[in-house]
């Protein structure tokens, strides 16, 4: 069974860039199994979905946010990462790392940005 | 962008009622479509993937239907545990993209 969890700063400033990693247990990055996405939720609303990567290091991005995410992956430590760069309120979420399919979630991070 | 049109957007009903909700899709999907149930303060859970496949261990009183734009998702028999947040996702088209959301009050 598949497990992930998110972890990263939980108050991020104005301008500043929103970094979170999502750690992989029970299941390889590297078996190619799955795609690996991120998902945010705004407080009170619904879901965005951000981007995925593969093993390999291929990547698609909403083009909502293409111009400001990164998404990569450190396959020696089984994990996988989002950046997001020149943060503003409206980034304000609990950001969720899943497989692509959407059959395994981590508990999901809130993270605010706010001065 | 395909966009995902989920109705009603809130919804009661009573214990045991037959509970129905739409997702229509601005683009032919096929078959891909997701059904989540999401608590608060918890993560989505999938039920059903593939517009009809019930996940494993997903009461059966769940079913999803449908296929290229139109879709039902279905609770034959409201139970008090399943008052939640609904949400659809397709991932026929990237980049994938989520249904407003019902929620569901008893």
């Known amino acids: 069974q598949v497990q992930l969890q998110e972890s990263g700063p939980g108050l991020v400033k104005p301008s500043q860039t929103l970094s979170l990693t999502c750690t992989v247990s029970g299941g390889s990055i590297s078996s190619g199994d799955y795609f690996w996405s991120w998902i945010r939720q705004p407080p009170g609303k619904g879901l965005e979905w951000i981007g995925y990567i593969y093993y390999s290091g291929r990547t698609y991005y909403n083009p909502s946010l293409k111009s400001r995410v990164t998404i990569s992956v450190d396959l020696s430590k089984n994990q996988f990462s989002l950046k997001l760069n020149s943060s503003t309120a409206a980034d304000t979420a609990v950001y969720y790392c899943t497989t692509d399919g959407g059959d395994f979630w981590g508990q999901g991070t809130l993270v605010t940005v706010s001065s | 962008d395909i966009q995902m049109t989920q109705s009603p957007s809130s919804l009661s009903a009573s214990v045991g009622d037959r509970v129905s909700i739409t997702c229509q899709a601005s683009?032919?999907?096929?078959?891909?479509l997701n059904w989540y149930q999401q608590k608060p303060g918890k993560a989505p859970k999938l039920l059903i993937s593939d517009a009809s496949n019930l996940e494993t261990g997903v009461p059966s009183r769940f079913s999803g239907s449908g296929s290229g734009t139109v879709f039902t998702f279905t609770i034959s028999s409201l139970q008090p545990e399943d008052i939640a947040t609904y949400y659809c996702?397709?991932?026929?088209?990237?980049?994938?993209?989520f249904g407003q959301g019902t929620k569901l009050e008893i």
């Open positions: 996702q397709q991932y026929g088209h990237l980049p994938y993209s």
């Open positions: 683009q032919d999907i096929s078959k891909f």
